[in-house]
């Protein structure tokens, strides 16, 4: 470890410091994704900055901002806003459970001013930072099996259930997988993991009939079999795959991909962005920007285990879980290995919210490198 | 002061942790290099067969249709021909709100309001997934006009198309007809195999005549454009190496000559009635009207239901074609076939019948329309007595002089390669015997009606001038032909025919009683050419319009209410002495045959033999020059 740049107490908390300990590779890889994101934006618009490429750009500049200062906000600060941020999103899902607006014939959106808020997105860093901060004060045998984990078994369960009923199904499982995963990082026996897993195979063919709506089921028949409705939710699959096969080891080219360019592609900016820069940059763009991903998930994995604080880690490894999942979700979505669901690939697809909160994540793992040897009271 | 109150633990949770996240970093790149395989099997594996479904996208062929043959006279005159057409299409779907649209584009262009009720109606039927033509025949103006409001016409492209026009309106619109747009029972009519081509927006096919009957010739085959399309089948870009070019569709050569034709058209003006020319030695057809006619380009656009009534309704019929259609009773016309059946069966000509205007026989008195007194068989054909063929007819008997007229083409549909032809009849006992099974045996009463072409017999003009051709052929029995050529690819000729089984005197005979008949006969105050030595041959006819009640019988009804008045026929050949044209006129309710028709051949036949150069050089004789010099420019 390189602790020659201090030289002595109180040294680490100028912000000068702070700034030469922020992880700087991070940043780039960030910017990197974000910028080939631009990049794509552009060519599917047709070469152009609107409607998408220039307001990604500019939002990523404003959260890049925006992370680097969060990056340096001292960990005690994150951790004592940990239970206040997670109340605040579940309280704006229940809201939107009642007065939501509707988009697509979902309740995800909530209007507060001019504002558009989507506290799925919220709620995602809140159960980080709040599962983040119950295992902090919790022994490692409690960890492994005890009562105490029905406390982060609601934390998880309760906006899981609300964003499920939004219905917003891809995001729910998002937000239980990663707090499942949290919960096994933080040290759940690996034998109530297993009989979890097992149960989960054993629940969801059962919710798959009795639990899901029309179009979810519809959705998840689609994607086993899209054939068999080809113009109908098989056509989302179909032409993804279309779009990444036809790209081939180089791509077509910058602005040269026809099923982007002509519309074939639907969702083309946002979920499936992917394959829009699959048809255009080939194997070798999707290969590199893959890598890239990689990258962000060590770098993330590397400062949770550097961390000196259970909160750091668990915070951390939690951010690093929900990247993580997204990609890998979204990747197999859109290459016809899962079903269509409304992830987004992280800084690559165009949308604020997502952006938003994902950045503020990557600030958490900031603040955690730099305040990495903090210990970090329990009240 | 900071410090965790669970510091023993400390160790054991850090521990616990690095193993986790090394597993779920693990796990991770797992699943990112099964991301990555999946795109090795997509981008690798499988890219050729994705690309291809790409283009499968990407690209779209639109049929571009060919542009139809030409129509031709025997000079090469164009008698119908293509014109650039811009219009409007509408693709129709489940969400386009046509009323909405249509109320946009009157805006734009002039529609009127049974403009547009038609426009819906035809949106309406037309065949599923066809884009509809709403709006033809705009003006630059209007084009460029709506072209730049598109954005605000959902479903509205503007296109240059080809649209049929007739030159000459309506002289050729029975022979040539015209073509209109294809309806669904069409589409349905042609099978499973329809042609694409027919669901075009806009596309026409032959409903009439020529332009019916070979429309498959003039068709051609439809190309294709290799066009982008976006997802909602809008077209992005051309891609001209991609396109496959159409096939023409052949010219076809007509044997009419259209400066006969329109003569004919002119001569007609608002008289109702047929004039049919050939040339009496090849056959060619070179002159069919009907008149009066009607334009074919109404026809091509579209007819309101108020401009079609007006058509259908009219008395004078504009929508038949009387030359093929309208069989009458070829009057006195057929004297001649009687004739020609009497000299053949050794009947003297030098016979000689006296006329009182009156006949008794059989129990009942027989008209004439003179008192003509003493005649032989020249003179009752020059001056057309009804009493001496009554006995001429009576002496031969009806089947001999039925096999006449069969030979001379009366009874027979002739193939000239358009449809709607009537037979006619040509009755002999035969005939009675098959159809009339309560009184199966001609009667010796009919044969005198036989004798001057009243009774069951009927004819249509195309016929007559059949009949006069091998009259004045003598030779060949000569077939009509009207379509010269497909393409490259000449018809057989009408003189390639069987020979007239008749004596060549005996048919002398008959055509020098036809130039009788214009000599000093019936026809002589109507039926002068006045063009030096060429002079017409001909015989008048007067067909009977309707039974003519009691005191009326043995009048003519050449005058009183048009529509009771009788037909008048009038066969011609000329020149007189060396035959090449030969004619046959109809003026429907006419009234005396030589009056109402002689005068129509006369100024139609003038046409053919002053375009003829070899008869020009007989009527213009050239003028003596003293000195070739003079009147030389110096």
Not at chain 1, 41 to 48: H, K, P, T, V
Not at chain 1, 160 to 169: F, G, I, M, R, S
Not at chain 2, 264 to 290: H, I, K, N, P, Y
């Amino acid at each position: 470890m390189t602790v020659s740049a201090i030289r002595g107490p109180g040294e680490r908390e100028r912000l000068v410091v702070k700034l030469t300990q922020i992880d700087w590779t991070l940043c780039l890889l960030l910017t990197a994704i974000a910028g080939i994101g631009v990049v794509m934006l552009y060519s599917i618009a047709g070469g152009a900055w609107s409607p998408w490429a220039g307001r990604h750009l500019i939002l990523y500049g404003l959260c890049f901002v925006l992370m680097i200062a969060l990056g340096t906000v001292d960990l005690r600060v994150w951790f004592a806003l940990a239970y206040p941020v997670y109340g605040l999103g579940l309280l704006m899902l229940l809201a939107v459970a009642v007065v939501g607006h509707s988009t697509m014939g979902a309740q995800r959106w909530l209007d507060i001013g001019p504002v558009r808020i989507q506290p799925s997105e919220i709620i995602k860093i809140g159960l980080v930072l709040a599962l983040a901060r119950f295992y902090h004060g919790l022994s490692a045998a409690r960890a492994r099996w005890s009562w105490w984990l029905l406390v982060p078994a609601v934390l998880i369960g309760a906006p899981a259930a609300l964003v499920a009923h939004q219905p917003d199904l891809g995001t729910a499982v998002l937000i239980a997988a990663t707090g499942g995963l949290m919960m096994a990082l933080a040290g759940l026996s690996l034998r109530v993991v297993g009989i979890g897993l097992l149960g989960l195979g054993a629940v969801v063919p059962a919710a798959f009939f009795f639990a899901l709506k029309a179009y979810q089921r519809a959705r998840l028949l689609t994607f086993l079999n899209p054939e068999a409705d080809r113009s109908g939710a098989g056509y989302h699959i179909i032409q993804s795959e279309i779009a990444l096969g036809s790209g081939g080891m180089l791509g077509k080219g910058l602005g040269l991909g026809t099923q982007s360019q002509l519309n074939f592609l639907p969702e083309k900016s946002t979920d499936f962005i992917f394959a829009s820069m699959a048809e255009e940059l080939g194997l070798l763009g999707c290969a590199t920007v893959l890598l890239l991903y990689g990258a962000v998930i060590f770098v993330t994995l590397r400062t949770a285990a550097i961390a000196h604080s259970h909160f750091g880690r668990l915070a951390a490894s939690g951010v690093t879980i929900s990247f993580a999942l997204c990609v890998l979700i979204n990747g197999a979505m859109v290459m016809g290995l899962a079903p269509v669901v409304g992830v987004p690939m992280p800084l690559l697809s165009f949308g604020g919210t997502v952006m938003i909160t994902m950045m503020a994540g990557f600030a958490l793992v900031l603040s955690v490198r730099v305040h990495r040897y903090s210990e970090v009271t329990r009240g | 002061m900071e410090s965790s109150i669970f510091l023993d633990e400390v160790n054991e949770r850090q521990a616990l942790f690095q193993r986790r996240a090394f597993l779920f970093g693990g796990l991770a790149g797992a699943g990112l290099l099964a991301l990555g395989g999946r795109l090795i099997q997509l981008q690798v594996i499988e890219a050729s067969r994705y690309q291809l479904l790409s283009e499968h996208n990407e690209f779209e062929f639109v049929l571009s249709p060919p542009p139809r043959g030409l129509i031709l006279d025997r000079n090469g005159v164009v008698l119908a021909s293509n014109r650039p057409d811009f219009r409007l299409l509408l693709a129709k779907d489940e969400t386009t709100d046509v009323d909405a649209i249509l109320a946009r584009l009157a805006q734009l262009v002039p529609l009127d309001d049974a403009h547009l009720s038609r426009l819906k109606d035809e949106i309406n039927d037309a065949p599923r997934k066809a884009p509809v033509a709403i709006v033809e025949d705009m003006t630059w103006e209007e084009f460029s006009r709506v072209n730049v409001r598109a954005p605000e016409l959902p479903g509205v492209t503007a296109d240059m198309g080809e649209v049929r026009v007739y030159p000459f309106s309506g002289a050729f619109a029975h022979v040539v007809g015209y073509v209109a747009k294809v309806s669904a029972k069409d589409v349905t009519a042609t099978g499973p195999n329809a042609d694409p081509i027919m669901l075009n927006p806009g596309f026409r096919i032959g409903k009439q005549g020529v332009e019916k009957a070979f429309d498959l010739d003039l068709r051609g085959k439809a190309g294709a454009r290799k066009v982008e399309v976006d997802v909602k089948g809008r077209v992005v870009r051309q891609d001209p190496r991609g396109d496959i070019p159409p096939t023409p569709g052949s010219p076809i050569r007509l044997t009419l000559d259209s400066d006969i034709q329109n003569r004919a058209l002119d001569v007609f003006g608002e008289d109702s009635g047929a004039a049919v020319m050939m040339d009496c030695r090849s056959g060619d057809v070179l002159c069919l009207l009907s008149a009066p006619s009607f334009d074919a380009n109404q026809f091509v656009k579209g007819l309101t239901a108020a401009e079609y009534r007006a058509l259908a309704e009219y008395e004078r019929k504009p929508l038949f074609n009387k030359a093929l259609t309208a069989n009458y009773p070829p009057g006195s016309t057929f004297k001649t076939m009687v004739a020609l059946a009497a000299l053949e069966r050794g009947f003297d000509p030098s016979r000689v019948f006296v006329c009182n205007r009156v006949w008794n026989w059989g129990g009942r008195p027989w008209h004439c329309d003179h008192a003509h007194g003493a005649l032989d068989m020249r003179g009752a054909i020059a001056k057309s007595c009804d009493i001496y063929f009554y006995q001429t007819a009576l002496a031969v008997g009806p089947d001999h002089i039925a096999a006449t007229a069969r030979k001379f083409g009366l009874g027979e549909i002739h193939d000239i390669g358009i449809p709607g032809q009537k037979p006619g009849l040509v009755p002999d006992s035969e005939y009675k015997r098959r159809n009339f099974p309560k009184d199966p045996v001609w009667h010796a009463g009919e044969t005198p009606s036989l004798g001057i072409g009243q009774g069951y017999v009927s004819v249509n003009a195309l016929q007559l001038c059949v009949m006069a051709s091998r009259l004045a052929n003598g030779v060949t029995a000569v077939k009509p032909r009207l379509v010269h050529s497909i393409g490259e690819v000449a018809q057989p000729s009408g003189a390639q025919a069987p020979g007239l089984p008749f004596a060549p005197e005996h048919l002398e005979f008959v055509r020098s009683a036809m130039g009788a008949v214009v000599e000093f006969g019936t026809a002589a105050r109507y039926a002068q050419l006045n063009l030096g030595p060429i002079r017409m041959a001909g015989k008048t006819g007067t067909a009977q319009s309707h039974n003519y009640t009691g005191a009326a019988q043995g009048e003519h009804g050449a005058h009183g209410a048009w529509a009771l008045r009788d037909h008048a026929w009038f066969i011609a050949f000329a020149p007189h002495d060396a035959p090449r044209y030969a004619m046959s006129v109809l003026v429907e309710h006419g009234g005396f045959g030589a009056e109402a028709s002689a005068p129509k051949a006369v100024e139609i036949m003038r046409v053919a033999l002053l375009k003829d150069p070899e008869i020009r050089a007989r009527i213009v004789q050239p003028v003596p020059r003293d000195d070739p010099a003079v009147g030389a420019p110096t």
